[in-house]
């Protein structure tokens, strides 16, 4: 639930963080501050369960931050008999 909820800051800052802007000072400002939230996102991605909450909920967020995530994300690893079994 946590990580379904952290999922949702991140996506509240990547859209802020990607929207038009007009003024460049403001743009750079953005570019700056999003390069700390990326490698924040992409801690969270080392995590394995982190990146099976990801891969429940994705298609639940906008599509732009989606890909986005999905570029970074480990590969999705398919389940199996024998992984279900043990789970």
Request: cysteine-free; glycine content about 6%.
């Amino acid at each position: 639930m946590l990580y379904a909820e952290l999922t949702d800051v991140f996506e509240v800052a990547y859209v802020q963080y990607h929207k038009e802007e007009s003024n460049p000072e403001i743009t750079k400002i953005y570019k700056e501050q999003w390069a700390g939230w990326d490698a924040y996102i992409r801690k969270f991605f080392s995590r394995p369960a982190y990146v099976g909450t990801w891969y429940d909920i994705r298609d639940e967020y906008d599509g732009l931050f989606v890909g986005y995530l999905n570029g970074m994300a480990p590969p999705q690893k398919k389940l199996t008999a024998a992984n279900q079994a043990s789970r």
